[in-house]
Protein backbone atom coordinates (compact mmCIF):
# COMPACT_ATOMS: atom_id res chain seq x y z
CA UNK A 1 0.00 0.00 0.00
CA UNK A 2 0.93 3.43 -1.24
CA UNK A 3 0.69 6.32 1.47
CA UNK A 4 2.35 9.75 1.82
CA UNK A 5 5.21 10.34 3.54
CA UNK A 6 4.51 10.96 7.03
CA UNK A 7 6.84 12.62 9.68
CA UNK A 8 7.40 9.23 11.02
CA UNK A 9 7.96 7.36 8.00
CA UNK A 10 10.56 10.04 7.06
CA UNK A 11 12.22 9.18 9.92
CA UNK A 12 11.94 5.33 9.55
CA UNK A 13 13.21 5.63 6.18
CA UNK A 14 16.57 7.60 6.46
CA UNK A 15 17.22 4.76 9.37
CA UNK A 16 16.84 1.90 6.96
CA UNK A 17 18.63 3.30 4.19
CA UNK A 18 22.16 3.91 5.30
CA UNK A 19 23.87 0.23 3.72
CA UNK A 20 20.57 -1.97 4.09
CA UNK A 21 21.93 -3.57 7.27
CA UNK A 22 20.87 -5.82 9.74
CA UNK A 23 20.14 -5.02 13.05
CA UNK A 24 21.01 -6.44 16.16
CA UNK A 25 18.23 -4.88 18.90
CA UNK A 26 19.25 -3.70 21.90
CA UNK A 27 18.98 -0.65 24.02
CA UNK A 28 21.39 0.61 21.61
CA UNK A 29 20.47 -1.61 18.40
CA UNK A 30 23.76 -2.40 16.02
CA UNK A 31 23.00 -2.48 12.09
CA UNK A 32 25.86 -4.12 11.58
CA UNK A 33 27.75 -6.05 8.53
CA UNK A 34 26.47 -8.86 7.32
CA UNK A 35 30.12 -10.83 8.03
CA UNK A 36 30.18 -8.70 11.14
CA UNK A 37 27.68 -10.51 13.19
CA UNK A 38 30.41 -11.81 15.83
CA UNK A 39 31.78 -8.30 15.95
CA UNK A 40 28.60 -6.65 16.44
CA UNK A 41 27.90 -8.85 19.63
CA UNK A 42 30.87 -8.35 21.30
CA UNK A 43 30.29 -4.36 20.50
CA UNK A 44 26.55 -4.62 21.45
CA UNK A 45 27.97 -5.97 24.88
CA UNK A 46 29.99 -2.79 25.18
CA UNK A 47 27.35 -0.51 24.49
CA UNK A 48 25.01 -1.78 26.69
CA UNK A 49 27.27 -1.58 30.00
CA UNK A 50 27.86 2.38 28.60
CA UNK A 51 24.40 3.09 28.00
CA UNK A 52 23.34 1.89 31.39
CA UNK A 53 26.24 2.87 33.19
CA UNK A 54 26.19 6.39 32.03
CA UNK A 55 22.34 6.70 32.55
CA UNK A 56 23.63 5.91 35.86
CA UNK A 57 26.36 7.87 36.55
CA UNK A 58 24.58 11.10 34.99
CA UNK A 59 20.79 10.22 36.52
CA UNK A 60 19.58 11.10 33.22
CA UNK A 61 17.23 9.48 30.24
CA UNK A 62 20.04 8.07 27.77
CA UNK A 63 19.59 9.61 24.14
CA UNK A 64 17.95 7.25 21.79
CA UNK A 65 20.66 6.19 19.36
CA UNK A 66 21.51 3.43 16.89
CA UNK A 67 24.77 2.21 16.27
CA UNK A 68 26.13 1.22 12.81
CA UNK A 69 29.41 -1.70 12.88
CA UNK A 70 30.49 -0.84 9.25
CA UNK A 71 32.94 -3.13 6.98
CA UNK A 72 35.60 -1.80 5.31
CA UNK A 73 34.38 -2.02 1.88
CA UNK A 74 30.80 0.48 3.00
CA UNK A 75 32.86 3.26 4.68
CA UNK A 76 32.36 5.43 2.51
CA UNK A 77 28.56 5.22 1.97
CA UNK A 78 27.88 5.46 6.33
CA UNK A 79 26.04 7.98 7.47
CA UNK A 80 27.86 11.21 8.32
CA UNK A 81 28.19 15.01 8.98
CA UNK A 82 30.37 16.06 6.17
CA UNK A 83 30.70 15.42 2.30
CA UNK A 84 33.74 13.15 2.46
CA UNK A 85 34.32 10.30 4.31
CA UNK A 86 36.25 10.10 7.58
CA UNK A 87 39.51 8.78 7.53
CA UNK A 88 39.04 4.81 7.74
CA UNK A 89 38.97 3.00 11.57
CA UNK A 90 38.15 6.26 13.14
CA UNK A 91 34.41 6.26 15.10
CA UNK A 92 32.33 9.06 15.43
CA UNK A 93 28.97 10.17 16.38
CA UNK A 94 26.52 11.94 13.88
CA UNK A 95 23.34 13.29 13.56
CA UNK A 96 23.21 13.29 9.96
CA UNK A 97 20.43 10.22 10.76
CA UNK A 98 17.75 10.01 12.86
CA UNK A 99 18.13 8.65 15.84
CA UNK A 100 21.57 9.95 15.62
CA UNK A 101 24.12 7.07 15.25
CA UNK A 102 27.74 5.92 16.58
CA UNK A 103 29.73 4.81 13.53
CA UNK A 104 32.06 2.31 14.55
CA UNK A 105 34.93 0.61 12.20
CA UNK A 106 35.28 -3.18 12.05
CA UNK A 107 38.49 -2.58 12.95
CA UNK A 108 39.90 0.68 14.89
CA UNK A 109 42.92 2.36 13.23
CA UNK A 110 46.58 1.51 14.07
CA UNK A 111 46.80 5.32 15.25
CA UNK A 112 44.77 4.04 18.33
CA UNK A 113 47.60 3.36 21.40
CA UNK A 114 48.01 1.64 23.77
CA UNK A 115 46.29 -1.62 22.26
CA UNK A 116 45.08 -3.47 25.14
CA UNK A 117 42.05 -5.17 26.28
CA UNK A 118 40.59 -2.06 27.08
CA UNK A 119 40.94 -0.09 23.79
CA UNK A 120 38.12 -0.94 21.77
CA UNK A 121 35.82 -0.70 24.91
CA UNK A 122 36.95 2.55 26.29
CA UNK A 123 36.53 3.98 22.77
CA UNK A 124 32.93 2.69 22.39
CA UNK A 125 32.09 4.54 25.56
CA UNK A 126 34.23 7.61 24.66
CA UNK A 127 31.93 8.05 22.01
CA UNK A 128 28.80 7.08 23.96
CA UNK A 129 29.09 9.48 26.18
CA UNK A 130 29.89 12.25 23.44
CA UNK A 131 26.16 10.89 22.19
CA UNK A 132 25.04 11.46 26.07
CA UNK A 133 26.18 15.08 25.88
CA UNK A 134 25.35 15.93 22.92
CA UNK A 135 22.31 14.35 23.06
CA UNK A 136 20.74 17.83 25.24
CA UNK A 137 22.54 20.94 23.56
CA UNK A 138 25.60 21.88 24.51
CA UNK A 139 27.60 25.19 23.68
CA UNK A 140 31.03 25.78 22.70
CA UNK A 141 33.86 24.64 24.19
CA UNK A 142 38.09 24.54 24.56
CA UNK A 143 39.10 21.00 22.88
CA UNK A 144 40.61 19.95 26.33
CA UNK A 145 36.92 20.17 28.10
CA UNK A 146 34.84 18.33 25.19
CA UNK A 147 37.40 15.62 24.72
CA UNK A 148 37.70 15.62 29.21
CA UNK A 149 34.60 14.41 29.50
CA UNK A 150 34.06 11.37 27.58
CA UNK A 151 37.76 10.36 28.39
CA UNK A 152 36.65 10.61 32.08
CA UNK A 153 33.32 9.07 31.17
CA UNK A 154 35.12 5.92 30.00
CA UNK A 155 37.04 5.39 32.67
CA UNK A 156 34.62 6.18 35.00
CA UNK A 157 32.26 3.03 33.05
CA UNK A 158 35.69 0.87 33.27
CA UNK A 159 35.14 0.86 36.60
CA UNK A 160 31.25 0.38 37.18
CA UNK A 161 31.61 -2.64 34.90
CA UNK A 162 34.71 -4.05 36.33
CA UNK A 163 37.36 -3.56 33.78
CA UNK A 164 40.93 -2.89 35.32
CA UNK A 165 42.45 0.32 33.54
CA UNK A 166 45.99 -0.33 34.86
CA UNK A 167 47.73 -2.39 32.31
CA UNK A 168 46.46 0.31 30.03
CA UNK A 169 47.28 3.35 31.63
CA UNK A 170 50.79 1.95 32.57
CA UNK A 171 51.18 1.58 28.61
CA UNK A 172 50.64 5.05 28.29
CA UNK A 173 53.75 6.38 26.66
CA UNK A 174 54.70 8.77 29.29
CA UNK A 175 57.51 10.48 27.59
CA UNK A 176 56.71 14.53 27.52
CA UNK A 177 54.96 15.12 24.03
CA UNK A 178 55.60 18.79 24.48
CA UNK A 179 52.36 19.78 25.51
CA UNK A 180 49.68 19.90 28.11
CA UNK A 181 46.19 19.12 27.75
CA UNK A 182 45.46 22.65 28.13
CA UNK A 183 48.16 24.45 25.49
CA UNK A 184 47.56 21.47 22.63
CA UNK A 185 46.59 23.29 19.47
CA UNK A 186 45.23 21.34 16.97
CA UNK A 187 44.74 20.68 14.15
CA UNK A 188 47.62 18.21 15.01
CA UNK A 189 48.85 14.82 13.08
CA UNK A 190 47.36 11.58 14.20
CA UNK A 191 49.90 10.64 16.66
CA UNK A 192 49.51 14.42 18.57
CA UNK A 193 45.56 13.49 18.67
CA UNK A 194 46.51 10.32 20.47
CA UNK A 195 48.90 11.94 22.93
CA UNK A 196 46.43 14.88 23.47
CA UNK A 197 43.66 11.69 24.19
CA UNK A 198 46.28 9.93 26.24
CA UNK A 199 46.39 12.66 28.73
CA UNK A 200 42.95 13.54 28.75
CA UNK A 201 42.37 9.85 29.89
CA UNK A 202 45.21 9.58 32.32
CA UNK A 203 43.49 13.01 33.52
CA UNK A 204 40.16 11.44 34.09
CA UNK A 205 41.71 8.33 35.79
CA UNK A 206 43.55 10.59 38.58
CA UNK A 207 40.55 12.46 39.03
CA UNK A 208 37.95 9.97 39.42
CA UNK A 209 40.59 8.01 41.80
CA UNK A 210 40.83 11.66 43.84
CA UNK A 211 37.19 12.65 43.76
CA UNK A 212 34.95 9.97 43.09
CA UNK A 213 32.59 9.68 39.50
CA UNK A 214 30.32 12.61 41.15
CA UNK A 215 32.06 15.09 38.90
CA UNK A 216 30.90 13.94 35.93
CA UNK A 217 27.14 14.32 36.79
CA UNK A 218 28.42 17.80 38.13
CA UNK A 219 29.79 18.73 34.89
CA UNK A 220 27.92 17.21 32.48
CA UNK A 221 24.65 19.21 34.06
CA UNK A 222 26.90 22.19 34.19
CA UNK A 223 27.41 21.73 30.20
CA UNK A 224 23.96 21.57 29.29
CA UNK A 225 22.83 24.64 31.58
CA UNK A 226 25.77 26.58 30.20
CA UNK A 227 24.12 29.14 27.70
CA UNK A 228 27.38 31.26 26.72
CA UNK A 229 30.45 29.83 24.76
CA UNK A 230 32.64 28.70 27.40
CA UNK A 231 36.63 29.91 27.27
CA UNK A 232 39.77 28.72 28.58
CA UNK A 233 39.06 30.17 31.92
CA UNK A 234 35.68 29.94 32.27
CA UNK A 235 36.42 25.68 31.30
CA UNK A 236 38.98 25.71 33.91
CA UNK A 237 36.36 27.18 36.64
CA UNK A 238 33.64 24.80 35.50
CA UNK A 239 35.96 21.53 35.80
CA UNK A 240 37.62 22.74 38.91
CA UNK A 241 34.12 23.39 40.99
CA UNK A 242 32.67 20.02 39.15
CA UNK A 243 35.45 17.78 40.82
CA UNK A 244 34.20 19.68 44.59
CA UNK A 245 36.56 21.14 46.61
CA UNK A 246 40.31 21.75 46.74
CA UNK A 247 39.19 20.59 42.73
CA UNK A 248 40.50 24.18 40.87
CA UNK A 249 44.10 23.85 42.73
CA UNK A 250 44.13 19.71 42.23
CA UNK A 251 44.06 20.71 38.42
CA UNK A 252 46.59 23.22 38.98
CA UNK A 253 48.77 20.61 40.10
CA UNK A 254 48.85 18.13 38.00
CA UNK A 255 51.29 17.45 35.16
CA UNK A 256 48.84 16.91 32.34
CA UNK A 257 46.57 19.80 32.93
ZN1 LIG B 1 35.96 12.60 21.34
Redesign the pocket.
Known sequence: MERAGSAVEAGEGREAIPLGYPRLDADVPVLHAPRLAGKAGELSGYLAQGYRSLGQILSVEPPRIIAYLVADEDWERAPRDNERPYPPGLPYFTRSVEPPALVLPEELSTVFRPRTAATLPLTVW??LA?AFLLGQGVVRTPAWLG?FV?QAASAAVARRVGLPLEEHLSRIDREEPGFTVRNFRGPAGAEDQMSFQNLLLLLGAAALEEFGEGFLQSIFHTLWEEDRIVDGERAEELLGDSLGQGGREWLESRPEF
Open positions: HEHEP
